[in-house]
C-alpha cells in the first residue's frame, strides 16, 4: 500500500510553539544563534516560501525558531522511514520528496498548504546538507515551483552552521551562529519573472562559502573532537592518493598509509603536525581537489574490470520504497566494479546491481548510502562510523559519467 496516501501533513500551532519555545531556545543559546531580519516577517501577512542554504540535520529547527509561523518543511522520505520519525516530523508539518521518483503529491500538498492553508513551506533547494561548507547547485525545478506558486520568497542564510554541525560529524561545536533573513522577491515579480531569472536570483542570494565566511570573523570553534569522522567528507590522502586511508583522532586528521598528519585547528584552518605538510588550509580546498582527482583514480581502476574498485566488509542492505519501512536483506562484502554494484553474503550468494540500471543514488544523514534499483529502494548501511559513503557516492557518479 502507499504510504503516502495514508500521510497527510499537518502543523499543530500549539506543539509548534511548545517546539520553538522549548528546543528553539535551547538552540540559540547552545549555539549562541544572532538572527538578522527578522522584522521583514511583520510585513508578510498571507502565504510565502522560505529557502535556507542547507548545512546540517539541525538547519529546520533553527530557521524555524524565529518564523513566528509554523513551517511545512519539504524533507527527504528518508527521514520518515521509521514510525517514531514519521510521527514526530508529522507534528511539524513536514512534507516528504521521493528522489528520482515524480512526486506530484509532494508539489499537490505544497500548494495546498500555500493556497488552502495560507501557510508557509520550507524549501532547502539544494536538496541535501553541504559536505565542505560551500553552496551546492540547486535543484533547477525549484525556480518552477515558484512561479507556480507565486507568493514571496524569502531566503535565510545560515553562517557558521557547518563548523557547528557538521555534515559528516555526530557531535556539535561551539562557535556562533547568524541567520540572515531576506525577502527575495515577491508575488508581483515573481508573476513578471522567468524560471530563468528566478533560478539566477535565487542562485546569487544563496551563494555563500563558510571558509570564506570564518576567515573575515575573529571567532573559534571549541571542541576536542573537531576532526571526528572528517573522513566520511574528506576520504582521499593527498600526499599518496590512497582511498579511504583516512582517520580521525579528536583533533587530528592522518593517513593510515602513509602516516601524513594535519590537526584541525579552532579556525578550521589545517595545520602542520610535524614534519606532514599541510597540503590545504581549509576543508573546501581539500574537497575541491579531491573531487578532481577521485573520479580520475576510479576510471583508472575500472580499466582492471575483473578487480574492485573499491569494497567494504560488514556492510548491510536493507531494502524499502519511499516512506515504507527498510527490511534487512544481506549482509555481506560490498564491492564496485566498472559495470556493478555487488554484494557478496557469507552464504556465497551475490546481489548484482548494474549501474546503467541505478538511478538517484545519494547519501543519506552521514553515510547512509542508498539508490533507486528498478522500483526498490536499496539503502547500504556501514558497520564503522569510519567507513565513507561517500566515496562510493562519487565513484558511481564517476563512473556513470564515463558511459
Partial sequence: ???????????????????RWCFGSYLRLFFRIKPIGTELFNGIKGPFVLIPNHQGILDPFMVGSYVPRP????????????????????????????????DLETVNWIVEVIRKRGGVVGIFAEGQASWDGHTLPLIPST????????VPVVTAQLRGAYYSQPRWSWNQRRGIIEIEF????????????????????????????????????????????????LELALFLCPSCQSVATMRSFRNRFYCQNCGMVNRLG??????????????FSTIREW???????????????????????ISDTGVMLF??????????????????????ITLHTLSGTELSFPLADIEGAGVL????????????????????????????LLAVQALKAAD
Avoid at 1 to 19: C, E, I
Avoid at 73 to 98: A, E, H, Q, Y
Avoid at 300 to 305: E, L, M, Q, S, T
Avoid at 320 to 337: Q, S
Fill in 266 to 279: 579552532p579556525d578550521y584552518l589545517f595545520k602542520r603536525v610535524g614534519s606532514s605538510e599541510a597540503r
Fill in 143 to 150: 525556480a518552477k515551483l515558484l512561479k507556480l506558486l507565486k
Fill in 182 to 229: 531576506s525577502l527575495l522577491m515577491d508575488g508581483a515579480e515573481l508573476k513578471a519573472a522567468s524560471a530563468e531569472g528566478i533560478l539566477e536570483r535565487l542562485k546569487a542570494a544563496m551563494e555563500y562559502d563558510e571558509a570564506q565566511w570564518l576567515a573575515e570573523q575573529a571567532l573559534a570553534f571549541r571542541s576536542g573532537r573537531r576532526a571526528r569522522h
Fill in 287 to 309: 574537497n575541491l581537489w579531491q573531487e578532481s582527482a577521485y573520479p580520475a583514480l576510479v576510471r583508472a581502476a575500472a580499466r582492471n574490470a575483473s578487480k574492485p574498485i
Fill in 319 to 340: 531494502k524499502g520504497r519511499k516512506m515504507n519501512p527498510l527490511r534487512l536483506l544481506r549482509t555481506g562484502v560490498m564491492a564496485l566494479y566498472a559495470d556493478r
Fill in 365 to 392: 544523514k552521514q553515510q547512509l548510502f542508498e539508490f533507486y534499483f528498478g522500483k526498490g529502494l536499496y539503502q547500504f548501511r556501514f558497520p564503522a562510523r569510519n567507513q565513507s559513503a561517500r566515496k562510493w
Fill in 1 to 19: 500500500m502507499n504510504m503516502h496516501a495514508r500521510y497527510r501533513p499537518y502543523n499543530l500551532r500549539w506543539f509548534n510553539r511548545v517546539l
Fill in 71 to 102: 513551517v511545512y518543511w519539504v524533507t527527504s522520505d528518508g527521514n520518515m522511514r521509521s514510525n517514531l520519525l514519521k510521527f514526530l516530523l508529522r507534528l511539524v508539518g513536514s512534507i516528504p520528496k521521493s528522489k528520482v521518483i515524480p
